[in-house]
T-cell receptor, first 114, second 111 residues
Framework: DAGITQSPRHKVTETGTPVTLRCHQTENHRYMYWYRQDPGHGLRLIHY???????DKGEVSDGYSVSRSKTEDFLLTLESATSSQTSVYFC?????????????FGPGTRLTVT | GQQLNQSPQSMFIQEGEDVSMNCTSS?????WLWYKQDPGEGPVLLIA?????ELTSNGRLTAQFGITRKDSFLNISASIPSDVGIYFCAGRPSGNTPLVFGKGTRLSVIA
């Protein structure tokens, strides 16, 4: 158990509404990541963070924003959800002192945009 | 961007058989990781490799970091039904740069 939780685990929302997904870690890892997983596309990086208030874009960042105001929390926001953002979202962490390059995933959030 | 070619895409094997899968890239990686994902769950880290030529085992699983640093292999010996799932390879170009993922190998085990 890598000490990662995601909330909510499931969400159904309507097109055009804002949605925020939360990732919480208890392991004091420096790096945190948001991925989406879709059939045929595998895992694609949305945004990542390399420290508090330090974030960068991944390969599919359009339509998403992130914030990290403290080490343990990394928020992913869909400002105005679209049907193409229906997906399973995974948070991941890495950068622990004893296992710096190992990356661990959370349980995922299944988001449906109707 | 960088890509990993993972093969095969899917495999159907008999229980007790050995399994091999691999990932190749046109770029060099400093770290290779192998994950397994069960339905409805997040990927779970199986093995991490850090040096070219390194061979590491985790129970019935053995993974190798290719000598060219452009490929990695995962072998599963004497497969059992709980080995069913999707196996992903991932490579890290340097430091803590984001991982590049393969698209996965879906393993089915026939009892």
């Amino acid at each position: 158990d890598a000490g990662i939780t995601q909330s909510p685990r499931h969400k159904v929302t309507e097109t055009g509404t804002p949605v925020t997904l939360r990732c919480h870690q208890t392991e004091n890892h420096r790096y945190m990541y948001w991925y989406r997983q879709d059939p045929g596309h595998g895992l694609r990086l949305i945004h990542y963070s390399y420290g508090v208030k330090d974030t960068d874009k991944g390969e599919v960042s359009d339509g998403y924003s992130v914030s990290r105001s403290k080490t343990e929390d990394f928020l992913l926001t869909l400002e105005s959800a679209t049907s193409s953002q229906t997906s399973v979202y995974f948070c991941a962490i890495s950068g622990a002192l004893t296992s710096s390059y190992e990356q661990y995933f959370g349980p995922g959030t299944r988001l449906t945009v109707t | 961007g960088q890509q990993l070619n993972q093969s095969p895409q899917s495999m159907f094997i008999q229980e007790g058989e050995d399994v091999s899968m691999n990932c190749t890239s046109s770029s060099i990686f400093n770290t290779w990781l192998w994950y397994k994902q069960d339905p409805g769950e997040g990927p779970v880290l199986l093995i991490a490799l850090y040096k070219a030529g390194e061979l590491t085992s985790n129970g019935r699983l053995t993974a190798q970091f290719g000598i060219t640093r452009k490929d990695s292999f995962l072998n599963i010996s004497a497969s059992i039904p709980s080995d069913v799932g999707i196996y992903f390879c991932a490579g890290r170009p340097s430091g803590n740069t984001p991982l590049v993922f393969g698209k996965g190998t879906r393993l089915s085990v026939i009892a």
